[in-house]
């Protein structure tokens, strides 16, 4: 019985250690992941949905990445005056403000649930796992996937009715991200009726000036330059670097002449930048076990702080994180500047959408989630998250409001006594005419490459920009395989020695074994 | 009345509970995606997928690799300190005991964070030696839990063993070789199964010192990220069995020290 109990303990501990590095599965809810539960009525979903029949209160399930949205709690100095008379001041969450906003305009209670989710596959493995929630954010090609498994929710006509003053969205959307949602299609229907954007930006590489020269940042192929040998950083995923090191091997092909002048230059960009066929992910493989020698590492946090302590001198970046990580080296006298590659930049979006599990139908609720949309898309709402996340907002403000291109100024225009300023035209974001007058920035001319080319890109990085669509089943194996091969361990890089050594030591264990039976007999 | 009372059974269902809940239940779950396919049909690709993949193999060679150079480094440290300490007759050695054992009341995350940085001072850029951060890193997490079993085997052994082994004519080396060494041998055992195994899978050491290469830890991550759940299992699994066998041989140690020590001392 002794020794029963014993080996069960022994048991027990190694499936804790087991445990302790399976981090999907130490989370309660894989108990009712038996098979593909896509019903919502997992195990522990359930009570969340009892409850909320209770009462007239509506509860709103939201899923959000982590810290992307205004949490409030602003001290009184960090109060946004703008020009046109508005002071912005995060007071409380939004997500409050949202439920007191919420019964004032319509006289009902709404209480939001909300919770957060790591990356788009944690999120997308959630809502297989049966996690139920009413309105999500994940990424571009999320919400394409999710379009295309027919998972979301149309949002109303209601909710497209210009007329509404409360439709912040519809009213306030840049037209330039319009147009985005209302070109690409995934199976015959515009992403916008399906998703409405939050964050938007692109991707680039993120320099210290003093090491870097403008020129050499300028393109992508400085990942190769031994000049900064491990001293670079590519982001730990698998998309966005896959992205990154295709637009540097198709580099001449991308900036010949014939290419970028050719009239369907996006759509062929496009068509380049989502090749997933075997043999370019092979050749994308080759590229990038060769390029390893030159990195620094993956990372996925830390190469905003390690640009600032000056580990790196490089690393390829969102531009919403690269805005932030500029605003923190400034406040240490150390200056970092960001570029889009000349080669090519993935566009990218957050946007809000309904899932149809988790709406289920119920009027009332998508009332609420499509409210949700309009409210945190109001200009002066659009602001705060700006100001709390760092990213840009799609939002570019109603027809008359200021607030959005007034932030842009607050932050960014030049002082008056400013020597040297430049033009910047933000245009073709904010009012749908590139040439709009209105729409210029007068920023310090030693500026250029800084936080407000980050947050909003001018024109000609947009032009250069691709969308990176949902692989398929077959691309999504090619492309993980391909990318646990670049970061396994390689048995033929073991030296010589080491076998030396194993031997030696193997040799060495048997030995002591061998004495230690002897003896004992 | 018959007053309220729990019994034996009773008090132990709270841990019953939580054994089905939090170990039977989710270990199920590990063997049911690790033996099944995409389609659920029973399956053992996943089993062949393992040992015929040269990622895995690879990664279960270098996760290896760190967990032996961790534990040998951990074991040529820990080991004449705790000698040291045990025999000292200083006053302040619970101090120094203390000392080693005070980095444990920091949480770990922080301490690594400021080993990256003393050692980014060090050697200038960490990314040229990548497996040496990794077992220093692993090092400096792990080495009170080698030096503490050792140390209390240590202080706990009779030393009239040694007194005898003198007085029979063997010298300090001798006695160290044939009495103290074979009588601390499990202080050693579980030492060694303190550091090896959670080394072997800590790939939060490696990714906070900049080492990209996956251990066992961060490859069935990835696994999961790209949603094969089933791949991700199988190996989760192999390295509980791994782990399992690992431990069985440490207790058989430990067993049949506790006989010899019997014997000799009888």
Excluded at chain 2, 49 to 66: D, E, H, K, M, R
Aim: net charge negative; aromatic share 12%.
């Amino acid at each position: 019985m002794k020794k029963i109990s014993k080996r069960l303990s022994l048991l027990l501990a190694g499936i804790f250690a087991v445990g302790s590095f399976v981090p999907c599965m130490s989370d309660p809810r894989a108990t009712d992941a038996e098979g593909q539960d896509r019903t919502g009525t997992g195990f522990f979903a359930q009570p969340a949905y009892a409850a909320e029949k209770k009462k007239d209160e509506i509860v709103l399930r939201v899923c959000n990445w982590e810290e992307y949205i205004d949490l409030g709690d602003w001290s009184e100095e960090e109060a946004i005056e703008l020009d046109n008379g508005k002071t912005i001041l995060g007071e409380n969450a939004m997500i409050n403000d949202f439920e007191q906003w919420y019964e004032e305009t319509y006289g009902k209670k709404v209480r939001v649930e909300y919770s957060c989710f790591g990356t788009n596959e944690d999120l997308y493995n959630q809502l297989t796992l049966g996690d139920v929630y009413d309105l999500v954010c994940p990424s571009d090609y999320m919400i394409m996937k999710l379009m295309q498994e027919g998972e979301l929710v149309a949002f109303s006509k209601d909710f497209f009715n210009e007329e509404d003053e409360n439709n912040f969205y519809t009213r306030g959307v840049s037209p330039y991200i319009k147009n985005v949602f209302e070109t690409n299609e995934i199976g015959g229907e515009p992403w916008s009726k399906y998703a409405a954007g939050y964050m938007w930006g692109v991707t680039g590489m993120l320099y210290n000036p003093e090491y870097v020269t403008d020129e050499e940042a300028a393109s992508i192929s400085m990942l190769t330059n031994e000049k900064f040998k491990r001293r670079l950083t590519l982001k730990d995923n698998v998309r966005d670097s896959y992205f990154a090191i295709l637009s540097m091997i198709k580099g001449d092909k991308l900036l010949s002449e014939s290419f970028v002048n050719d009239k369907d230059y996006g759509k062929k960009l496009a068509e380049v930048m989502n090749d997933t066929s075997k043999k370019t992910i092979d050749e994308v493989q080759e590229s990038l076990q060769d390029l390893m020698d030159n990195l620094y590492s993956f990372e996925t946090d830390s190469g905003k702080a390690d640009m600032v302590s000056g580990k790196i001198v490089a690393n390829y970046q969102w531009s919403g994180d690269a805005v932030y990580a500029m605003d923190q080296a400034d406040e240490l006298g150390v200056e970092l500047r960001f570029q889009v590659p000349a080669e090519c930049t993935n566009l990218w979006f957050d946007g809000w959408c309904m899932l149809k599990k988790g709406i289920d139908g119920d009027k009332d609720k998508q009332h609420a989630a499509e409210s949700f949309v309009n409210f945190i898309s109001r200009s002066d709402n659009a602001v705060r998250n700006m100001y709390y996340i760092g990213y840009t907002s799609v939002i570019a403000g109603e027809e008359g409001d200021d607030t959005m291109i007034d932030y842009a100024r607050y932050n960014y225009e030049a002082e008056e006594d400013e020597e040297e300023t430049a033009e910047y035209p933000l245009g073709y974001f904010f009012s749908g005419d590139a040439d709009d007058e209105d729409y210029i920035i007068e920023y310090p001319a030693s500026e250029q490459y800084r936080q407000l080319y980050s947050q909003y890109p001018p024109m000609e990085v947009i032009g250069r920009s691709a969308i990176m669509e949902y692989f398929d089943e077959e691309a999504t194996r090619n492309i993980n395989q391909m990318w646990i091969n670049v970061r396994c361990f390689n048995i033929k890089d073991i030296p010589a020695y080491a076998y030396a050594v194993g031997g030696v030591m193997g040799l060495v264990v048997i030995l002591i074994l061998a004495e230690r039976k002897k003896n004992k007999l | 009345m018959k007053a309220f009372h729990l019994n034996r059974k009773q008090l132990g269902i709270p841990y019953a509970v939580f054994l089905i809940c939090f170990v039977l239940a989710p270990l199920i779950v590990i063997i049911h995606y690790a033996f099944t396919d995409a389609s659920g049909a029973v399956s053992l690709a996943n089993l062949k997928a393992f040992f015929t993949s040269p990622n895995t193999i690879g990664t279960l060679v270098y996760s290896i690799s760190i967990a032996v150079v961790t534990t040998l480094v951990c074991l040529l440290i820990g080991y004449p300190l705790a000698y040291i300490l045990a025999r000292s007759k200083m006053k302040k050695k619970y101090t120094i005991v203390l000392m080693f054992v005070m980095p444990m009341w920091i949480n770990f995350t922080l301490r690594i964070t400021a080993l990256k940085e003393i050692l980014t001072v060090i050697e200038g850029n960490l990314a040229f030696h990548p497996f040496l951060n990794t077992i220093i890193g692993m090092t400096y997490d792990f080495l009170p839990f080698m030096i503490l079993p050792m140390y209390t085997t240590l202080i706990n052994l009779d030393r009239s063993l040694e007194e005898a082994s003198r007085d029979l004519g063997a010298g300090e080396f001798q006695t160290f070789l044939k009495v103290t060494l074979p009588l601390s041998f499990p202080g050693i055992v579980s030492g060694v199964m303190m550091v090896f195994l959670p080394s072997m899978t800590n790939y939060v050491v490696l990714d906070m010192l900049y080492n990209s290469t996956y251990i066992m830890g961060s490859l069935i991550g990835s696994y999961f990220s790209a949603y094969d759940w089933h791949g991700g299992s199988m190996i989760a699994l192999v390295l509980l069995v791994i782990i399992l066998a690992f431990t069985l041989i440490s207790g058989r140690f430990e067993e049949d020290e506790k006989d010899r020590k019997g014997g000799a001392l009888l």
